[in-house]
């Protein structure tokens, strides 16, 4: 019976290797793809050197001591009950125990091994450990030591006290049922020489080890968290510090007690040691509650002072916050038309288009075909005609859930892939309401020489989850043309070659999917894709980092990039406030960049002088690159990303109050703005603008986020974090004076909405059927003073395509309400503002770009699906009665049946 249970376990093995050494070789390939080899044997060795090493010394010590108790006389019995209420003695084997024991300690130590091998980075941080040229205040180490080095002895000391536990637990089994030990009378533990002496010298070992974690323990206080501010308090410092040390004392008396009870032939050592532990315990527990309430609580403010100075400097410097420039603003400029006239390129720059709204009117518009979606709306910025025009643009990708026919040809072989995308302006508008397209259709088609897209096949993006396999014997799905559809074959470097049998049933059995053998149109060229959406594309290749939640795609030299900003983060920084409660400290150190069609991915150091990315570039020579090294077209799109920014401007809005008695009493509390309904409202997000700042010289690419004063509404500050060139990076706060009133996003929303002209166009257009979508309230500066800009869209009942209808500007007291923005300034400006921002705009054709070799086409798919959006609108009104709208909207259609006639006529 045993033989058959070993043979078993033998095969369960055998197959969990098999799995094991298929998912390395699986993986091994796919990093040699990439040209990351050394970070997946840099980490596979990691793993396999610790997991072996704790295997070896977990066993051997379990099973030693396991051993040495079973060598004790006598056999191993316990008792079975018989039908006739009798009990009978069963004596096992020592054969059988002694294979047992090994079982059990082989088990056991697996799982330490397992341990071992998870927290593998532990280890290599330590060995590859910089300073930070930092030290915390209470213990005057280098913030490093937190970071590295604790981490490594915390570890240590927690295996080993649970070690020693499950030898102490199974050594006391043994004697028991060996008849050594009684556990119902205690003293017969005194009389036994061999019992007692084993077990006391285990037990010395595990005070030695609860004296190195109460050692250890004692930085933890520089963690604590209830103070009035996060980190080492009064109490913390003159109660349980003390007593913490008091408790490795205690422990390492202990073990010396324990040490001499192993020899002695009685047992009031282990009793002594064991009283002494749990006294300290209880004082290092109760103490500093007596110290906090009685000393502490009367002077709160006097006592935790210093502390609360430690919290704020050390918040600051783990955030990045200590390079904000901060920047004081009259709050007395009044905007004059030729303030508005000297900013026109901020004026310009104006985003008119919310995300939502235009990735719906993206998906009703361009998508084309129904298997092709628009994940998200990205922000960027591009030269246009000499200027920096800021641009919203989405990536085509195939979803392969959306195949109208799921074959496995059809999503592995066929369809492939994505195609193109669509961009425009943040501010320009057909005359339909429409968004203005310097990129659409497919083959995409440009308007700009910078927009220009020669491979716009998109192989790896944000919703290519599934694994393809290119240069078969079926061509691929390229992109549809007219009533037919134009097919190609994959020229890129990416995916891991077929190249044999074995390898096509190593994917097979990895992806569960039979066909992969048996599809006769797999060739030996023929290369697998997998691991293609960016996150997890990112995620497997550098584990250690955090990402950061919206990768954004850039047009470079024709070709299409995906950019992905990486942070690394710890908790372990001592006073710092951990934001939501998972680290108290961030650098967004690394930039990853993915061609969208060969799936090359590199990963540049953004921030050379954090010391966390130091240490993983000693762990990984040779996988980081200086970011000097991004070609000089990608690194103008390189742009500060949001995930870091709004952290720290969170931290900000509480940590811009530096003296200690101001941030302990809150008495200059910021928030960030809470828009939307009662009862639903949510903080404003960071947004992204060109516009030049106070006192600037030129306009820029910026992130900015303005601060309320706490439980208020008005506006107190805002923040902005650089994109461009050398000030890449730098954050200012730009503050208006206390006694200042100047209207915050909350205050404007409620003046708009008790505007009467506005609140009346908006109730006619609701008694129409059409949804009015109110549009994000952009707080804009302008020189020492502020805009706030609005747009209003409109959906038909029956339609799904947003269209912008008016855009609302509020200054000062004044609201207008226009069907431009230029509308709009005048108004609130009494007079004509020329700020150079265009007319909205009949669209017209523009110059096609598609991939070299294609076809040049110039389709008239846009304007069709205008037609059929007014036409609908057009019998809507008809149905209603609204014939003065009918009117309109059969005017429109005309004008665009006349813009495809000329079209036709042209292409004829």
């Known amino acids: ?51 072996s090493a704790m295997l070896l010394l977990s066993f051997l010590f379990l099973y030693l ?65 910089v300073n930070f040229g930092v030290i915390d205040p209470i213990f005057s180490r280098d913030i490093a030591f937190y970071f590295f080095h604790l981490p490594l002895f915390e570890e240590i000391v927690r295996l080993g006290l649970v070690l020693c536990f499950l030898a102490v637990a199974g050594a006391l089994v043994l004697y028991h049922f060996k008849g050594m030990l009684s556990f119902g009378r205690l003293r017969t533990f005194g009389g036994r020489g061999r019992v007692r002496t084993h077990v006391s010298l285990l037990a010395a070992l595990g005070f030695l080890l609860l004296a190195g974690d109460a050692f250890v323990d004692r930085y933890q206080i520089l963690f604590s968290t209830h103070g009035p501010m996060y980190g080492a308090t009064y109490s913390d410092i003159n109660g349980r510090l ?62 935790e002072s210093p502390q609360i100075q430690h919290n704020i400097e050390a918040t600051i410097r783990a955030y990045g916050l200590e390079r904000v420039q901060e920047r004081h603003l009259s709050g007395d400029r009044a905007l004059t038309p030729e ?120 192989y790896y993006g944000e919703l290519t989850r599934g694994y393809v396999i290119v240069k078969t014997g079926e061509k691929e799905f390229d992109y549809p043309a007219g009533e037919e559809n134009v097919f190609t074959t994959y020229e890129g470097s990416g995916g891991v070659p077929v190249h044999s049998f074995f390898r096509k049933l190593l994917f097979a059995v990895y992806f569960r999917d039979p066909n992969i053998v048996l599809s006769p149109l797999l060739k030996p060229e023929s290369r697998f894709l997998y691991f293609r959406d960016i996150h997890t594309r ?34 372990r920084y001592p006073y710092s406030f951990p934001t939501r409660g998972l680290f108290n400290y961030i650098r967004n150190s690394v930039k990853i960049i993915v061609d969208a069609y060969n799936g090359t991915t590199e990963l540049y150091v953004a921030d050379p002088q954090d010391p966390l990315i130091q240490v993983y570039e000693g762990i990984f020579p040779g996988v980081f690159r200086p970011l000097s090294e991004i070609a000089p077209d990608l690194r103008q799109h390189l742009r500060y990303p949001e995930d870091i920014f709004s952290i ?86 730009y503050r208006f004076p206390k006694q200042k009133l100047v209207y915050g996003p909350k205050q404007i929303v409620a003046r708009i909405n008790q505007d009467a002209e506005i609140s009346r166009q908006i109730s006619l257009w609701d008694q129409r059927g059409s949804q009015v979508i109110q549009g994000t309230l952009l707080v804009i500066p302008i020189e020492e003073a502020l805009i706030y800009i609005r747009p209003l869209y409109l959906r ?5 395509i947003p269209e912008l209808k008016r855009v609302i500007v509020a200054y000062e007291n004044k609201i207008a309400m226009e069907e431009t923005l230029d509308g709009s300034l005048a108004r609130i400006f009494q007079g004509r503002i020329p700020t150079g921002a265009p007319p909205p705009v009949q669209e017209a054709p523009i110059a096609s770009s598609g991939g070299p070799g294609r076809q040049q086409q110039q389709p008239a798919l846009s304007l069709m699906r205008q037609a059929k959006e007014v036409y609908d609108r057009a019998i809507q009104a008809q149905r209603q009665g609204d014939w003065a709208r009918y009117g309109e909207e059969i005017k429109k259609l005309g004008s665009i049946l006349e813009e495809i006639s000329k079209g036709n006529q042209d292409k004829e």
């Not at 990112?538 to 942070?567: E, H, M, T």
């Open 339 to 458: 303030d508005i006239k000297s900013n026109a390129a901020t004026i310009q720059n104006i985003r008119l288009w919310d995300h939502e709204p235009l990735l719906d009117t993206f998906s009703q518009i361009q998508e084309i075909r129904t298997y092709y979606d628009f994940a998200t709306v990205d922000n960027d910025r591009y030269i246009v005609d000499g200027q920096a025009q800021q641009i919203m643009l989405s990536a085509r990708e195939l979803n392969s859930a959306s195949l109208p026919d799921r074959k496995w040809i059809n999503e592995h072989l066929q369809f492939t892939h994505g195609y193109g995308l669509t961009l425009g302006p943040v501010n320009r508008v057909t005359s339909e309401g429409l968004p203005v397209l310097f990129v659409q259709d497919i083959p995409p088609r440009s308007t700009h020489r910078a927009f220009k897209v020669d491979r716009p096949e998109i």
């Open 65 to 129: 001591n396991l051993r040495y108790a079973n060598s004790a006389p006598g056999r191993i019995q316990i008792g079975i009950p018989t039908p006739a209420g009798q009990i009978t003695a069963y004596t096992f084997p020592e054969e059988l125990v002694r294979k047992a024991l090994g079982l059990a300690s082989l088990v056991a130590a697996v799982f330490f091994a397992a341990r071992a091998a998870e927290r593998w980075e532990i280890m290599w941080r330590w060995l590859h450990a």
């Open 648 to 733: 720290q401007a969170y931290i900000y809005s509480v940590y811009h109050m530096t003296n200690a008695q101001i941030f302990y009493n809150k008495e200059d509390l910021w928030e960030i703005p809470q828009l939307g309904p009662a009862g639903g409202e949510t903080p404003m997000s960071p947004y992204y603008t060109i516009m030049r700042l106070p006192q600037g010289k030129n306009e820029e690419f910026i992130l900015m986020l303005p601060f309320t004063p706490g439980r208020k509404d008005n506006l107190s500050a805002w923040m902005v974090a650089r994109s461009d060139g050398e000030n890449y990076g730098q954050l200012a706060v």
């Open 242 to 303: 003390p007593l913490l040390n008091m408790l490795a004392l205690s422990a390492l008396a202990g073990s010396i007690l324990w040490i001499y009870n192993a020899f002695a032939s009685h047992s009031r050592g282990a009793i002594v040691a064991a009283a002494l532990y749990l006294i300290m315990m209880l004082a290092a527990s109760v103490y500093p509650e007596i110290l906090q309430r009685f000393v502490v609580a009367p002077d709160e403010l006097g006592k």
């Open 538 to 571: 990112v995620q497997r290749i550098a584990p250690f980092l955090r990402f950061d939640r919206d990768p954004y795609l850039v047009i470079s030299g024709g070709k299409l990039f995906w950019i992905q900003d990486a942070y690394t983060s710890g908790n």
């Open 1 to 51: 019976r045993l033989s058959g249970i070993a043979l078993i376990l033998i095969l369960i093995l055998a197959l969990g290797g098999f799995s094991f050494l298929a998912q390395m070789y699986f993986d091994l390939l796919w990093f040699q793809e990439l040209g990351k080899t050394r970070l997946f044997t840099t980490i596979l060795y990691a793993k396999s050197s610790l997991g």
């Open 796 to 800: 038909a009942e029956s339609g799904k």
